[in-house]
């Protein structure tokens, strides 16, 4: 949890980045692509291909392709529809996705009924946060980011059911997940890309080499190993916590207001949520291990 935590922080600060620096000048498949391939750069060399099966090669591709490849680029275009802050109130259902994908499609168990609680609570939590009037283009930005959460959510639930061992042979597998992400953001590059809107300016290039080494490249690496670490449960409602830690980043950097009360009243009841789900412990009907769910999956 304390990493999922400080990842959420770390997070935070790429949405008010991407909307304040990035997404009415830098062309949403070349800033999607340059941060792939930054992503690669850094996570590549500790790649061992000759250790990963080649069934598990391709899986590690197609899950970085979708969650973060894909749901890349239905985020960035977002963007332009939509503010900041319309953009994390319309994450909030991004809980009930993964709670919905890993008990129907993946796992094809019944979860425990407080997991479901936990993620709908969080969602609650979420609205409550951001619930405020709507610009004209929401219709669009909606469909965008649903089409995104669901890229995100599947990609989390897939790694978390696939065996790769301990955190140090995730690391030499990782670099697979960052390839399939490239080559699909590649590939939008060079079929939609406007190429009169690359990156030009210093400030693009930071807040690119930064999206790109910290908060894709370690960001994604580490987010997937701690989703190893919790159960369904928590990973969902984890989810909502980007919620207001990402408003509050846009207050303390861009003096964005702020409803305090409804942040605190809707940030308690994520908490809240959070707590629920990791109280509770699937039992064996459920179809997970009991024991410790530090070793789940792994």
């Given at each position: ?25 830098v ?16 996570i ?13 090669r ?5 899950i ?12 960035y ?12 109130l ?19 168990k019944?979860?425990?009924?407080a ?14 946060i ?12 909606f ?54 809107r ?41 989810n909502?916590?980007?919620i ?27 908490v ?24 789940e999956?792994?």
């Amino acid at each position: 949890m304390p990493i999922l935590i400080l990842m959420t922080l770390v997070w935070a600060f790429s949405f008010s980045l991407i909307g304040e620096y990035l997404a009415a000048d830098v062309d949403a498949y070349i800033a999607v692509f340059i941060r792939m391939v930054l992503a690669c750069v850094l996570i590549v060399p500790f790649l061992r291909i000759g250790q990963t099966p080649t069934k598990k090669r391709l899986y590690l591709m197609g899950i970085g392709a979708i969650q973060i490849g894909l749901m890349y680029l239905l985020l960035y275009h977002a963007f332009l529809y939509i503010s900041v802050a319309e953009v994390l109130l319309f994450t909030i259902f991004t809980p009930l996705y993964i709670t919905l994908l890993d008990e129907r499609v993946l796992n094809k168990k019944q979860l425990p009924l407080a997991w479901w609680i936990a993620a709908l609570i969080s969602v609650i939590g979420a609205g409550l946060i951001r619930y405020q009037g709507l610009s004209v283009g929401f219709i669009t930005g909606f469909v965008l980011i649903q089409g995104a959460n669901l890229c995100f959510a599947l990609g989390q639930v897939a790694y978390k059911r696939l065996e790769l061992g301990t955190p140090r042979q995730q690391l030499q597998h990782y670099g697979l997940f960052f390839v399939g992400a490239t080559i699909v953001s590649g590939l939008g590059m060079l079929l939609f890309a406007d190429f009169n809107r690359t990156p030009t300016t210093t400030v693009h290039w930071i807040v690119l080499l930064w999206l790109g080494l910290g908060a894709s490249g370690v960001g994604y690496l580490l987010w997937s190993i701690a989703s190893k670490r919790v159960n369904i449960g928590q990973l969902a409602t984890m989810n909502n916590a980007l919620i207001p830690a990402g408003l509050l980043v846009n207050f303390a950097l861009w003096g964005q207001d702020v409803n305090w009360p409804q942040l605190i009243l809707g940030g308690t009841i994520i908490v809240i949520a959070v707590v629920i789900a990791s109280r509770v412990q699937p039992n064996r009907r459920h179809g997970t291990n009991t024991s410790d769910p530090s070793k789940e999956n792994i």
